[in-house]
């Protein structure tokens, strides 16, 4: 892995992200909506409930954006032959996965604090917790979204694959993270299943948060995220050829 | 008879009659100048034999590679590269393996489809590949010239014409002033002056010291390059200078002769 090669790629795709404006409105404004159409819906009925539900949203918003965002744009690096322009070229797979990891994971803390921001400053979400570290644990999440991106992007061949690789991977984890049903409650073998998937961490870490001061085991569930994230960036380095068929 | 088959006939020859020391010696240190060995090269992709056995090896100047399309050109090409899966066989490239890590920043390698970010401008896409090569805005710079795309820096790739997203494209791979360029058919879709005018940059590149070796289904391109190599369903038919392969088969251009040769290699 070289510094400048690896800057050099995240630099390229935030160029990229500025020029595509739609893209970029969508990725930094759309969370803020939908976190204010939750808190609308049960303002007048339960308000506590936004205050269980809030927390997983901001935990699960930036993996489904950036793992979107990741595949699509890692698929079309692969299929325009700029992915083996560079591989030919003194580019480790490493500089190619950080650069890229690097990048998302900024916008992903510019649309975490924004959606922080509204939920705490506007929408009275209650944080017990610090503030600060939410917003951490929300990048930990988009890193791993990126992670898992790239990965899956090796398996698919066309756009559209790339894009039904969200609800195959994502929505089980979402089901079992504990926003439908608290996972202790859950029947035994779905409990274990949900113990081995990231989401459940990430959602776990935000749920703390906003209900308990103490931050330990906050962060063994960042940890955790983090594992996976790394492990999904390795299989993603493997599933990067520089010779192929 | 397959005209001047230069295909590792140059050390069966030296063991069939030693020459004397001298002479020797001058082929060897020929052959050891050479940018490219291609030895017994086999590839196969979807189950079908695209290269067999190909034995090449590839010196200085403007060597063009020419067949019908899908008669292996790329995958030969993406070999020398070293992105190319091989079923058999060995591609060196100034002594080391094709593909390994020394010879990354020594190759420039355009492919047919021009491989720059559709999103960025040309300039973006030239400094974004020069930091990952390690070259200045200098550099960039005069690659954008040697294309003629300076007035078209500030533009976005994706919309500029056919002919001027593959010269940006070609402007990436010379920044690092290559020793061996790889050119998968670099002057496809350019009107006829943008055509000579690369041409006179290919041979500018080669008397500078590069290798060129550039493809293309053109036959009247063929006589711009110093020695043709004609393929035909993964196998090279004939090796020679241009007027070499015109004289072995008696016929006026280029095209006869392919189709003179076709005719003998099938025959």
New interface residues.
Partial sequence: MTPRITLAVAGRVLIQLRRDHRTLAMLLVLPCLLITLLWWMYDASDPAIFDRIGPALLAIFPVIVMFLVTSVTTLRERSSGTLERLLSMPMGKLDFLVGYALAFGLVATVQSVLAVSISVGFLGLDVLGPVWLLTLVAVADAVLGTALGLFVSAFAQTEFQAVQFMPALLIPQLLLCGLFVPRDLLPTALEKVSDVLPLSYAVDAMQHLTTSVSTAEVWRDVAVVAGFALAGLALGAATLRRRTA | MVVGRCTGRQPREMADNPLPGPTRALIIQHMMKNAVEVHDLVVV??GHEVLRHLDISIGGGVTGLLGPSGCGKSTLMRSL??????AGGAVSVFGQDA?S?PL??R?G?V?Q????????TVG?NLM??A????VGRAEAEASLESVDLGPQRDQ?VGRLSGGQRSRASLA?ALLKKPDLLVLDEPTVGLDPVLRRDLWQLFHRLADDGAAVFVSSHVMDEADRCDRLLLMREGRIIADGSPSEIRQKTGADDIESAFLAIVAEDAS
């Fill in positions: 992709r979807g590269v070293g992105v190319q899966r091989l593909g890590r990354r920043d190759i390698y492919t489809a021009a491989s720059v970010y559709d999103d960025l973006e974004f590949f930091r990952v090569l390690g976005v990436v």
